[in-house]
């Protein structure tokens, strides 16, 4: 459940989240940015005021080397350079050896009037005590007395600099922390906008109303990808309910059809008294338009089952050789009943993976088809082969009937697809216009593919594709 804190600061919504991370994000950027520049800045400070003591401090050693042995005339210019820097708080004390002071500065803190007894070998040694800082030198020199030097400055000056660094730093932290929301949100707001339109357009789709779709910005990042990828599958969605509309249409207009025929029959045998022969013709036909009911509805049942895009798997390893002469045997009484010649090539035995049921019906229904539109005195051919190249079982039902037009060939896979009054020759030899779909259905929930050649007066020629196992 969401809290109500969370609903009230916007936490909910990923705009709302995204401006928070992207505040936090500052904020913490901020601090460490002020810490660091405190750091950075006390460390310069610090280093060229050492450097400024330490040149004092040379300067006295320059004043001893020129001027010794006369330290009076040293202790005066010593005296001119601590003037000189009083402006800068400057203190600087001259001192012997054993720690004796020779001269100190007016502004000198009483705490470094006695020499510190440690480091006194060191020839440079930098102090901080307190609120100032000093640099001692010590000067050695051949045969000649040690003395030391002391440079020093009071650090308040540094400090009270270093703290309006930080005080301005600081309002621009705040300016930052004053602006970086009402940014974010917009950033947010501009960059969640896409992902809006989609839910805007999500809650506004209905079945039918399909053919909304979301706006191509053609940045091609990873929303305008989002976008082209949601329209594709609406455009897929679309069409598959058009198909199924345009299904049910054509199922509901194939059904009506015989279930008419069988309600007409019915309605007549009973609008009077009948002879026994009479009904027996009245049943004989309704007992053939219930079976053609029945194939019908079983037809749509396999379709209905596993459309072209399921794929399920392999039932068991068969000789698809085997099924093809099946096939074959049981369409040569037919054949030969209408005159045709059936002709067939088998080589190999094509071991494919599959279930027999749904292929046999695939070659039954080819072999059917080929029959039906090829006239008294043509030939239908059925050839299997294995392609080892491409480790496929090639199966070729070829016709020499009237053919079909360019124009119908995209379309000859459709369900309830008649291609014209060329290729039906009446009743006997009309189909319901399921077969090759249901065919097309079978061959590519098997992971195949099938196809169709045909040029009008010559003959047409499917081909299927099946890996082999």
């Known amino acids: 459940m969401r809290s109500p804190w969370a609903e009230w600061l916007g936490l909910s919504t990923l705009r709302g989240r995204l401006t928070l991370w992207n505040t936090a994000l500052v904020l913490l950027m901020t601090v460490a940015s002020l810490l660091a520049a405190r750091f950075v800045a006390r460390v310069t400070l610090y280093d060229d005021a050492d450097a400024e003591l330490r040149a004092g401090a040379s300067e006295v050693i320059l004043a001893l080397q020129d001027l010794y042995p006369d330290l009076d005339a040293v202790i005066a210019e010593i005296r001119r350079m601590a003037r000189s820097h009083e402006e800068r708080g400057w203190f600087v004390q001259f001192l012997t050896e054993d720690g004796t002071t020779l001269w ?34 010590r000067i050695a020199r051949p045969d000649k007395p040690v003395y030391h030097v002391r440079v020093g400055t009071y650090t308040t000056g ?3 600099r270093l703290s309006a660094l930080v005080r301005q730093l600081m309002v621009v932290g705040g300016v930052l922390v004053l602006v970086t929301p009402a940014v974010g949100w917009w950033l947010a707001r501009r960059a969640t906008q896409p992902v809006a339109d989609i ?11 399909l053919s909304d779709r979301l706006p191509a910005r053609g940045t091609r990042d990873e929303l305008d990808v989002l976008s082209h990828t949601i329209n594709r599958l609406l455009d897929q969605v679309a069409t598959h309910v058009d198909r199924q509309e345009q299904f049910v249409a054509d199922a509901a207009h194939e059904l009506r059809g015989p279930v008419a025929a069988v309600q007409s029959s019915l309605e007549v045998a009973l609008s009077r008294e009948r002879t026994p022969r009479e009904y027996q013709a009245t049943i004989e036909d309704v007992l053939h338009e219930t079976r053609q009911l029945t194939r019908l509805t079983n037809d749509l049942l396999l379709l209905a089952e596993g459309g072209a895009e399921s794929a399920v798997a392999a039932h068991t390893i068969l000789e698809l050789a085997a099924l093809v002469r099946q096939a074959a045997s049981m369409f040569a009484g037919v054949a030969e009943e209408r005159g045709i010649r059936l002709h067939v090539d088998v080589q190999g035995d094509a071991r494919v993976a599959g279930d027999p049921r749904y292929l046999r019906q695939v070659c039954s229904n080819l072999l059917d088809n080929a029959i039906r539109f090829t006239p008294p005195g043509g030939r239908v051919g059925i050839t299997l082969s294995e392609d080892r190249g491409r480790r496929e079982a090639v199966l070729t039902v070829t016709d020499t009937g009237a053919g079909i037009d360019a124009g119908h060939l995209k379309r000859v896979f459709d369900r309830f697809f008649q291609a014209d009054a060329g290729r039906d020759r ?11 779909a249901i065919s097309k259905a079978i061959v590519e929930r098997h992971r195949g593919r099938i196809g169709v050649t045909s040029r009008r007066g010559a003959g047409s020629c499917f081909t299927v594709h099946l890996p082999l196992a």
Not at 199 to 207: S, Y
Not at 426 to 435: H, K, M, Q, V, Y
């Open 104 to 137: 100190m500065s007016d502004h000198c803190p009483e705490a470094v009037e006695a020499f510190p007894p440690s480091n006194l070998g060191r020839e440079e040694n930098v102090v901080q005590v307190g609120p100032y800082r000093y640099v001692r030198l």
């Open 199 to 209: 839910l805007r357009i999500a809650e506004h789709l209905r079945p039918t109303r």
């Open 426 to 436: 009446g009743d006997a030899t009309r189909g319901g216009g399921l077969g090759l």
């Open 158 to 160: 540094l400090d009270d």
